[in-house]
């Protein structure tokens, strides 16, 4: 559900506005509003220059602390945050510290980097002349002193190029620069590369590099700190660097870690309440007032109204009034916060992954935490999967301590496991028909759904019908609430259309008189009548298509029964491959299909259950677009403070 909200104006002397904003932000009771665009008149509050300076030094402070510890392995995790009155934090002493670690923190970054880019660069080079070494295995040998004394120089060439008259044109153009005085080798390295060894006097050397210069041709240029070696020495030069990289690059990191971890303990609650003190100078320009008093305008929880006005009195002193503005829940700019019972908490981010609702509106939380579970039982429906999907839902919820997206998923998933058991009674199967083949018995407390297929069918449809007439019903009460004529209307006709229509078929099936079908054609066209006039001028053409689309939202459940036969005939297909094959090879084959198929349980259900629920469901009465309600002061989680350097001092009474 939403927590019913209310607009608050606090006004005080101008004086106590800082105290006042350092209670609110220790209260977090609310959700501060711009006090300048309210419908009555309040002027901005004069700019206070020290104020705007100290909000510019903290921010920079912030940003350096907040680079510095990121550098740390290790989640930081939700801590107890700070709560400090601006000028608590020695913004000084906290530069001084900056600037003593910042230059050593910049230094071992630089050579992080750097060994990262030679640990990226340095096997681009090596593969490359690794395959042009068998070209001349002789000269690829030989150190740098033996090539000197030879007088010999080499160049490793890649030719862009599958075509070997290139080379021969290279011959060519060489011999006519040099004469004979040379060797060139070649091979085709890879798809569209030639790869060439040309080895000539270092005599000719300038004339060599003129040639292939005005020729464009691409050298397999080395890094630097290797073109002096041979080809052979610079590939086990190479190797080796390569080899030590991951470890220098290992001591480099801890010697960043050493130097950072001493100041962490520090360094948290410092930032803690930096970002607090922050926070109570920026909520400053949402202040009005006038020379001698402000006023703060907010949200909070009704129910914490007496709270607000009981605290802020107690510490800031009763010149400090609250005073409840009227307003409207139905207001788009009223900030929501969904407050729902302990077993439908879970839901809540499913709600808000489609959108936050809007404030006055409804919250389907519960109604999500009641009907997609079992919906995702009817599609599993089979005791021994759910049995498995239960123990890796609790091993989640162990594994995913804190709060978060993970453990609500543990917990959705652990839920719809339980519904997945009930219903693998109901139509007993467990592993399939393995069950039924094991106990020699139809033991299901309902029907076996292989062979029970029109009252599946039915059973879908049933539920469907349901759900979505529910959704209609809420929508009806919704557009009531919101005086929304046409909405109402809407629903109401689709309501009409949709019993007519459940009626012909109840007549059709045998299961209601004869005498329902006057009845049931007057419900009929009494709703496409109201539906039509619902739309005006388009009513014509938009009222059938709203009943079509009705209609089909209902027969869309129909999935229930095709997932949960899909997943049920995959089972017995799994078995089946354990009888017919030899044992070891069709138990092997039917694990694995029983694992896919349990794979397949665990999320493909979730899915569609999730797209009944937004499509079908939420479509008749879901309104989005919230604004979630962020509390003043719950923004700045770190660890406990420690006693150096802050001072609570301050010149507020």
């Known amino acids: 559900m939403l927590v019913p909200m209310t607009k608050v104006c606090i006004v005080g002397p101008k004086r106590r506005l800082d105290r006042a904003l350092e209670e609110l932000h220790r209260l977090e009771l609310v959700h501060l509003k711009d006090a300048k665009e309210e419908p009555y008149s309040v002027s901005p509050l004069p700019e206070d220059e020290g104020r705007l300076g100290r909000a510019d030094e903290l ?7 907040e680079a510095l510890l990121d550098l740390l392995p290790g989640p930081n995790g939700d801590r107890p945050k700070a709560d400090l009155v601006p000028g608590a934090v020695d913004a000084g002493y906290v530069l001084a510290r900056l600037d003593e670690v910042s230059p050593q923190v910049e230094e071992i970054e630089q050579r992080l980097e750097t060994l990262g880019d030679e640990q990226v660069v340095l096997p681009r080079y090596l593969e490359p002349l690794e395959n042009l070494l068998p070209l001349v295995p002789e000269l690829a040998r030989l150190e740098e002193h033996e ?4 007088r010999l120089d080499t160049v490793a060439l890649v030719l862009n190029t599958d075509d070997e008259s290139v080379v021969e044109t290279l011959r060519g153009e060489l011999a006519e620069r040099i004469g004979n005085r040379f060797e060139l080798v070649y091979e085709n390295i890879e798809d569209g590369a030639i790869g060439c060894v040309l080895v000539f006097s270092h005599d000719d050397t300038e004339a060599v590099h003129e040639l292939l210069g005005k020729e464009h041709v691409r050298h397999a240029a080395l890094p630097e700190g290797y073109e002096k070696h041979s080809l052979y020495g610079a590939v086990a030069t190479m190797k080796e660097r390569i080899r030590e990289l991951p470890a220098e690059i290992s001591r480099t990191r801890k010697e960043l870690y050493a130097l950072l971890r001493p100041h962490e303990e520090e360094w948290r609650p410092l930032l803690a309440g930096l970002r607090a003190e922050l926070e109570q100078l920026e909520a400053a320009a949402l202040v009005g007032g006038t020379h001698r008093a402000f006023v703060v305008s907010c949200w909070l929880p009704k129910a914490e109204l007496p709270s607000l006005r009981e605290e802020l009195e107690k510490r800031v002193g009763s010149e400090v009034v609250v005073e409840e503005m009227p307003s409207d829940p139905r207001d788009e700019e009223t900030p929501v916060l969904m407050h729902n019972p302990r077993v439908a908490r879970p839901f809540e981010f499913l709600v808000r992954f489609l959108d936050l609702p809007r404030s006055g509106t409804l919250d389907p939380t519960g109604l999500m935490a009641l009907f997609l579970p079992l919906m995702f039982g009817v599609m599993v429906g089979d005791v021994v999967y759910g049995a498995v999907l239960l123990a890796i839902s609790l091993w989640l919820k162990r594994r995913f301590a804190e709060p978060g997206v ?68 809420l929508g009806v009460w919704q557009g009531f609430k919101a005086r929304h004529r046409g909405e109402v209307l809407e629903k109401v006709g689709t309501l009409l259309v949709l019993a007519g229509l459940f009626a012909v078929a109840g007549l059709v099936a045998g299961f209601l008189p004869g005498g329902t079908l006057t009845p049931a054609v007057a419900a009929l066209i009494v709703g496409l009548v109201v539906v039509m006039g619902a739309h005006g001028r388009m009513g014509l053409l938009m009222g059938p298509l709203e009943l079509i689309g009705a209609v089909g939202n209902v027969l869309s459940y129909l999935r229930l029964a095709a997932v949960g036969l899909a997943s049920a005939y995959l089972a017995i297909v799994a078995n089946e491959f354990a009888v017919v094959a030899p044992l070891w090879i069709g138990v ?13 349980a ?52």
């Not at 921010?59 to 602390?65: C, E, G, K, S, V």
């Not at 090539?147 to 030879?150: E, N, T, W, Y």
């Not at 084959?589 to 896919?596: K, R």
């Open 59 to 65: 921010r920079f402070l912030i940003a350096d602390l």
């Open 147 to 150: 090539l000197d004394l030879l």
């Open 406 to 473: 993970l453990r609500d998923l543990a917990s959705v998933l652990l839920i719809g496991s339980v519904w997945s058991i009930v219903f693998g009674f109901v139509f007993g199967e467990a592993l399939g028909n393995l069950g039924y083949q094991v106990l020699g018995f139809d033991w299901a407390l309902w029907v076996y759904r292989p062979n029970a297929l029109t009252p599946l069918l039915i059973f879908a449809l049933a539920l469907g019908a349901t759900h979505v007439v529910l959704g209609l019903l």
């Open 588 to 600: 092997i084959i039917a694990a694995f299909f029983h694992a896919l198929n349990l794979a397949l």
């Open 602 to 653: 665990a999320f493909s259900p979730m899915i569609q259950a999730l797209r009944l629920h937004y499509v079908e469901f939420f479509s008749k009465f879901y309104a989005g677009g919230g604004h979630p309600f962020v509390p003043f002061g719950a923004r700045a989680p770190e660890p406990p403070a420690v006693e150096r350097p802050l001072t609570y001092e301050t010149n507020n009474p």
